[in-house]
Nanobody
């Protein structure tokens, strides 16, 4: 069993920044790739970013150049640094133990960007 706990969401003005964290327990965290996803009201959940066990990264086009995914294997935690936030980034953000979204989900953390 794997547990994921996201944190760091909140309300921020457009142009601002937030850093999300996803703390994992119950598995050998360092051996696996991780992904961040988001779901806006009335929309399907979508891929945001992923990081491999070795640190290779991938991003959705909509966040490239603004978001940075990273991981600290010693802390079993993956991060999502979000800069230059836009109102369209408003969503519940989730992490997953699979970059394709086929693994375990956390409970999500709400990010709201005001214009």
């Amino acid at each position: 069993q794997v547990q994921l706990v996201e944190s760091g969401g909140g309300l921020v003005q457009a142009g601002g920044s937030l850093r999300l964290s996803c703390a994992a327990s119950g598995r050998t965290f360092s051996s696996y790739a991780m992904g961040w996803f988001r779901q806006a009201p009335g929309k399907e959940r979508e891929f945001v970013a992923a990081i491999s066990w070795s640190g290779s990264t991938d991003y959705a086009d909509s966040v490239k150049g603004r978001f940075t995914i990273s991981r600290d294997n010693a802390k079993n935690t993956v991060y999502l640094q979000m800069n230059s936030l836009k109102p369209e980034d408003t969503a519940v953000y989730y992490c997953n133990t699979d970059p394709r979204g086929k693994g375990y989900w956390g409970q999500g953390t709400q990010v709201t960007v005001s214009s």
